[in-house]
């Protein structure tokens, strides 16, 4: 039985490419891909282990946009959820060049949900090799979840990942 579903936000573009890398990383057959729009046919309950990828798209920016509107019912639905007993872990796409001082914040405002609804959050990673100047994402001066930044480090993402979801192997059973 697969144990571990993967839910993203939003499609169609670098946070969709990352998490099926991901999924190929820990095995295809091992993770069920989701994204917002399966949320209506999709129970979570039968997942132990939940990873979460967002992209950070300023809310304030385009309100009206597309791909805003995905991440503000990705944020809906795990205020829904029952996430007690759950295992989970972030990843989030951002732009450390354009967005400084809000690098990856989007993971930031998912964790404040998900800790708040008592769930475990696994797969926290080291602020150094990354150069930003603030984030809601820094927890405890260590980023809560893995960033990507396809447009600066597309070079290191590979990597990031494989590191990423070998620590998660710690914590998930896959
Ligand atoms: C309007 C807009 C606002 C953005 N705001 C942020 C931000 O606040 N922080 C950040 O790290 N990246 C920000 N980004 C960069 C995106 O997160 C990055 O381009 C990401 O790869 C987009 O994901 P997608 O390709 O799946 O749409 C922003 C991008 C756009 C276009």
């Known amino acids: 039985m697969v144990n571990t579903a993967l839910l993203y936000a939003p499609k169609g573009g670098n946070t969709e490419n990352a998490a099926k890398r991901i999924q190929t990383e820990i095995g295809k057959d091992k993770v069920d891909l989701y994204n917002v729009s399966d949320l209506q046919k999709i129970s979570f309950e039968k997942y132990k282990n939940i990873i979460i990828g967002v992209a950070s798209i300023s809310n304030d920016i385009w309100q009206s946009n597309i791909k805003t509107d995905e991440v503000v019912r990705l944020t809906a639905f ?95 059973i896959f």
């Open 78 to 172: 795990l205020e829904r959820m029952e996430w007690k007993g759950k295992t989970v872990a972030i990843f989030g796409l951002g732009n450390a060049i354009s967005y400084p001082m809000n690098f990856v914040d989007e993971m930031g405002n998912i964790s404040e949900i998900l800790i708040s609804k008592k769930a475990k959050i696994v797969g926290k990673v080291p602020r150094e090799g990354y150069e930003f100047s603030d984030s809601k994402a820094l927890y405890d001066g260590k980023l809560i979840g893995l960033p990507l930044d396809y447009t600066n480090e597309d070079d290191k993402t590979n990597d990031r990942i494989k590191v990423w979801v070998n620590n998660l192997k710690e914590f998930m």
